[in-house]
T-cell receptor
Framework: NAGVMQNPRHLVRRRGQEARLRCSPM?????VYWYRQLPEEGLKFMVY????????ESGMPKERFSAEFPKEGPSILRIQQVVRGDSAAYFC?????????????????FGPGTRLTVL | GQQVMQIPQYQHVQEGEDFTTYCNSS?????IQWYKQRPGGHPVFLIQ?????EVKKQKRLTFQFGEAKKNSSLHITATQTTDVGTYFC???????????FGRGTSLIVHP
């Protein structure tokens, strides 16, 4: 049973280009979360999606960033007109369900991440 | 938004010494999870705590959830070089499905 898959693992872009990051959740998981991690910092929540729906995008910048999780295929995090400040590791995680059950919410399984470098 | 403070930021220990990291919140938490991230790797789920005063053990790791559900700790007994990495707590409150991650504690074990 494959885990969460992300590609590419490393992505180099020049300022002004577009970055497209892909995430395939674990089999049977329909909930995807995207996080950004800067060096020596914690994980910052960006967006939470279910199939064909954005549930919560409160952590995602209003401009240049977008995310989708189509009915078929991987979830995509898209960054338009990248700037140097976008350089970071982007992790996606998937879970079986969302919300809580008896006070416990579902653990998240993380992918290996995409390291984005903007030159 | 909810703040989760994690201390210390770094901890150097000699192999065999104990290690503890603490996670604190000003609000009452619904639950807390702990993750480990090896250098260059991705976060891996360790455990989840839900009940007030809960204590769980995994071999040399002991996890505690405070009585008031506002703090938690992870304690490692007799550290080994394989324990090297950054330990994150992730907490939620008020039924939110979005966890807030602490900044992590990086553990460095010297052989």
């Amino acid at each position: 049973n494959a885990g969460v898959m992300q590609n590419p693992r490393h992505l180099v872009r020049r300022r002004g280009q577009e970055a497209r990051l892909r995430c395939s959740p674990m089999k049977g998981h329909s909930h995807v979360y995207w996080y950004r991690q800067l060096p020596e910092e914690g994980l910052k929540f960006m967006v939470y999606l279910q199939k064909e729906n954005i549930i919560d995008e409160s952590g995602m910048p209003k401009e240049r960033f977008s995310a989708e999780f189509p009915k078929e295929g991987p979830s995509i995090l898209r960054i338009q007109q990248v700037v140097r400040g976008d350089s970071a590791a982007y992790f996606c995680a998937s879970s079986l369900t969302s919300g809580t059950s008896g006070g416990a919410w579902r653990e998240q399984f993380f992918g290996p991440g995409t390291r984005l470098t903007v030159l | 938004g909810q703040q989760v403070m994690q201390i210390p930021q770094y901890q150097h220990v000699q192999e065999g010494e104990d290690f503890t990291t603490y996670c604190n919140s000003s609000t009452t938490l619904s639950n807390i999870q702990w993750y480990k991230q090896r250098p260059g790797g991705h976060p891996v789920f360790l455990i989840q705590l839900v009940k007030s005063g809960e204590v769980k053990k995994q071999k040399r790791l002991t996890f505690q959830f405070g009585e008031a559900k506002k703090n938690s700790s992870l304690h490692i007994t007799a550290t080994q070089t394989t324990d090297v990495g950054t330990y994150f707590c992730a907490a939620s409150s008020g039924g939110s499905y979005i966890p807030t991650f602490g900044r992590g504690t990086s553990l460095i074990v010297h052989p």
